[in-house]
């Protein structure tokens, strides 16, 4: 099943899935996901005005709006503290949580950015082995997950996932 997996050099907020997540902070009013607030249109930043928030490696939806996409997930990854604050689970909670939400709203395409690795300065290549280690059991065993797709905002990063991916066999 590790073929409903793939990893592609791109924008996130260009993706034509139903779903998209946005690796926002707590208060999920913008800021560091400003690139998709921007794509959606000022209805997004108001639907998310209404949501009080989301904690650490939690999940909550909202429309897509102007986006290909049909809905956003919004999730806040952990900021990196070296390892030693509970941030490999609140990572992997922040996909598993994605994935539930994703599978109750009928979204059988999603895409993911790397969670926590821009300015909350999570390692990429740990950050890359969470993300499999949670998508890859959760695709294999959902038949209604058609597709997880990485958006990857680098040749760098493409590159780590596509080797993480290939190791998957």
Not at 58 to 77: D, E, F, Q, S
Request: glycine share 8%; aromatic share 8%; hydrophobic share 45%.
């Amino acid at each position: 099943m590790y073929h409903k997996l793939i990893a592609v050099e791109a924008d996130i907020t260009t993706l034509a899935v139903d779903a998209i997540v946005n690796a926002a902070n707590n208060a999920l009013l913008g800021g560091v996901d400003g690139a998709i607030h921007r794509a959606a249109g000022p209805e997004l930043l108001a639907e998310c005005r209404t949501l009080q928030g989301c904690a650490t490696g939690r999940a909550k939806i909202t429309r897509g709006y102007r986006l290909p996409a049909k809905y956003v997930i919004h999730t806040v990854g952990p900021v990196w503290r070296n390892g030693v604050e509970g941030e490999a689970e609140l990572l992997a909670s922040c996909y598993r949580e994605c994935l539930t939400l994703a599978l109750a709203h009928g979204a059988s395409r999603i895409a993911f950015p790397a969670i926590s690795c821009g300015v909350y300065g999570y390692p990429l290549r740990q950050a890359t082995r969470i993300a499999l280690r949670e998508c890859a059991p959760f695709a294999a065993r959902e038949p209604d997950i058609a597709q997880i797709v990485f958006a990857c905002f680098s040749a760098e990063m493409l590159a780590l996932y596509r080797a993480e991916l290939a190791a998957l066999g």
